[in-house]
């Protein structure tokens, strides 16, 4: 089993900056993708982010490209988002996770994030 626990998320004026950080433990892998993704209060979960398991290709929604940055520390066990020039419908709870290729098998419990305008 692997679990994954966010943190990072917290309340910003529109046009700041947060750091999110999910932190991998149990059986994780480095071969795992690693994925963001949010869900707005009334709204289906959607696809944020995501970085393929060597590191070498990332992915973003149309949404939040150019603003945020998905990253990885294999040492550590972390994946982090840095969003920047946060808009209001940014808000959300955000959650990664990660699995094989093509397959998120794994899910944190999320961080809520909310930017205010």
């Known amino acids: 089993q692997v679990q994954l626990v966010e943190s990072g998320g917290g309340l910003v004026q529109a046009g700041g900056s947060l750091r999110l950080s999910c932190l991998a433990s149990?059986?994780?892998?480095?071969?795992?993708?690693k994925g963001w993704f949010r869900q707005a209060p009334g709204k289906e979960r959607e696809f944020v982010a995501a970085?393929?398991?060597?590191?070498?290709?990332?992915y973003y929604a149309d949404s939040v490209k150019g603003r945020f940055t998905i990253s990885r520390d294999n040492a550590r066990n972390t994946v982090y988002l840095q969003m920047d020039s946060l808009k209001p419908e940014d808000t959300g709870v955000y959650y990664c996770?990660?699995?094989?290729?093509?397959?998120?098998?794994?899910w944190g419990q999320g961080t809520q994030v909310t930017v205010s305008s």
């Open positions: 996770a990660e699995g094989p290729p093509g397959s998120y098998d794994y």
């Open positions: 970085l393929s398991w060597s590191g070498g290709s990332t």
């Open positions: 149990g059986r994780t892998s480095s071969r795992y993708s």
